[in-house]
Nanobody, 126 residues
Framework: QVQLVESGGGLVQPGGSLRLSCAAS????????MGWFRQAPGKEREAVAA????????YYTDSVKGRFAISRDNAKNMMYLQMNSLKPEETAVYYC???????????????????WGQGTQVTVSS
């Protein structure tokens, strides 16, 4: 099992920034691909960003490219999502997730992830 706990969400004005953190415990964090997902009310959960276990591959959904940055610190069992220039439509619950099994790949599908945090609310509003 991998336990994941997100933090860093909150209320931010349009154009503002937030940094989400994901703390992992349990099995060896460094062998898993990791990802950030979000789910807005009435919408399906979607992949926002993902990172391979060795940092050498990343994925961003088109709408966040150039504004969001995913990173991880395997020594600290932590993953981060720096979000800049936030938009009201990005209001959602943000989840961190770990791959279903150890792999060097980066994954973008929900079905490829087997461990999930409880989520942290991000609200972008003036």
């Amino acid at each position: 099992q991998v336990q994941l706990v997100e933090s860093g969400g909150g209320l931010v004005q349009p154009g503002g920034s937030l940094r989400l953190s994901c703390a992992a415990s349990g099995r060896t964090f460094s062998v898993y691909a990791m990802g950030w997902f979000r789910q807005a009310p009435g919408k399906e959960r979607e992949a926002v960003a993902a990172i391979s276990r060795s940092h050498d591959s990343t994925y961003y959904t088109d709408s966040v490219k150039g504004r969001f940055a995913i990173s991880r610190d395997n020594a600290k069992n932590m993953m981060y999502l720096q979000m800049n220039s936030l938009k009201p439509e990005e209001t959602a619950v943000y989840y961190c997730a770990a791959g279903r099994r150890p792999s060097p790949r980066v994954y973008t599908q929900i079905s490829d992830y087997g461990f999930w945090g409880q989520g942290t609310q991000v609200t972008v509003s003036s």
